[in-house]
């Protein structure tokens, strides 16, 4: 099912309907992962504040919102790589989209707003299949490293996937034969 969406970049403006979505996003994907605890510490105004730093990155990092009837429903971002160990020049920070709105093509847009062709990479939950699923559709693969990464006051464990070159090039080698 294809749901018509706006992308365009976040605004400062926008800080408050992130922070919502981004406390609903998190509810949605990690209830299964920290205890109701963490969860309750999740609030939309802490959250808006993060967005309204992040608006102001500058020309090195891209956060771009989704939007249906006027509302955000998910976005994405990514810039240069954070790793010592970079294993490329980018990085994926995030994207989250409203679980109503998964296998919309949505997500696939807004990881298509901020990935480029080249080689990248990300962190994710390592018990997080759906996420693993369309990672791995986007040519990623684990690198073998992991960490635990403290989020709201526990860890989380998460796998660090790569992707090395453009997964169109690699399907147009496989192809040509």
């Given amino acids: 099912?294809?749901?018509t969406a706006v992308l365009r970049p976040v605004a400062e403006a926008d800080a408050d309907s992130l922070g919502?979505?981004?406390a609903t996003c998190w509810h949605e994907t990690y209830d299964q992962l920290l205890s109701e605890a963490a969860l309750e510490q999740l609030q939309p105004a802490r959250?808006?504040?993060m967005w309204r730093r992040f608006s102001a990155q500058g020309p090195?990092?891209?956060q771009i919102a989704a939007l249906v009837d006027g509302e955000i429903v998910g976005f994405a971002g990514s810039g240069p790589s954070r790793d010592a160990d970079k294993p490329a020049p980018m990085e994926l920070y995030f994207i989250y989209l409203l679980d109503a709105y998964h296998g919309t093509g949505i997500g696939q847009q807004l990881f298509d707003a901020v990935v480029d062709e080249g080689p990248s990479y990300l962190w994710v939950a390592e018990n997080n299949p759906r996420a693993h699923s369309f990672y791995k559709r986007n040519g990623y693969a684990p690198d073998g490293?992991?960490?635990d990464q403290e989020v709201l006051g526990e860890q989380l464990h998460e796998v660090r996937l790569v992707r090395p070159?453009?997964?169109a090039r690699r399907l147009s080698l496989v192809t040509t034969e």
């Fill in 20 to 22: 919502r979505v981004h």
């Fill in 60 to 62: 090195n990092h891209r």
């Fill in 145 to 147: 490293h992991e960490q």
């Fill in 1 to 3: 099912m294809a749901t």
């Fill in 47 to 49: 959250l808006a504040a």
């Fill in 165 to 167: 070159r453009s997964l």
